[in-house]
């Protein structure tokens, strides 16, 4: 048992990948959205650290694994319709490779 | 001009969605993961109000037209790659369908 509930197992056996946005489990910030298929979800299930997906590299990233900045993973969500992800994190160091806390650190000005 | 950053705008124009988080701008809670085509992310600077592209009902969709639940929108930003973006929203009622406050109301267990 994967503990992964089966609608979201069935998107992912599916070849879906699922949105997965990282949240600081302290502050409340929000930290990065990234990308899980189903060997990700289960290592970040299995190793509490969590591991995603890379679209532009096309391989699983274990995020911290070159900069040391880890995500402990503290509690997962997922939404009504089974599609993204909400995973509560202790973060070390910035999640963001610019060096900033946060990757939404680019504001668009409204009028 | 659209006060669409050129990095956001060459994507949408491109036809891709967007990937858009609403976050309570007062709580920090994460309240939906929606998508955002050209259209709905003007409508959304416009407005104030968030508008995103049902991918259901490959329609553009005012937050809160059925429901009343809409979201008041104090900030926007976009992440280190340009292809997320973070709203900081006053919601009205509860963000999810189902009446819960957040969409990410189902935990899944660790182990």
């Known amino acids: 048992m994967t503990g992964i509930p089966s609608e979201i197992l069935s998107r992912l ?6 949105a ?11 930290l990065m959205l990234a990308w899980m298929n189903e060997e990700s979800l289960i290592k970040t299930l299995q190793t509490k650290q ?3 997906w890379s679209r532009s590299r096309n391989k699983i990233w274990l995020k911290g ?16 319709d089974a599609d993204a992800l909400l995973l509560k994190v202790n973060q070390t160091g910035a ?10 650190h680019n504001k668009i000005e409204l009028k």
Do not use: R
């Not at 056996?13 to 699922?18: A, E, T």
């Open 20 to 30: 997965a946005i990282a949240q600081d489990a302290s502050t409340g910030e929000v």
């Open 95 to 104: 999640a963001c490779h610019t060096g900033e806390v946060s990757c939404f």
């Open 65 to 80: 694994e070159s900069s040391g900045h880890f995500q402990e993973v503290k509690s997962i969500f997922f939404d009504c």
């Open 13 to 18: 056996q599916n070849g879906d990948l699922i």
């Open 50 to 52: 969590a591991t995603y």
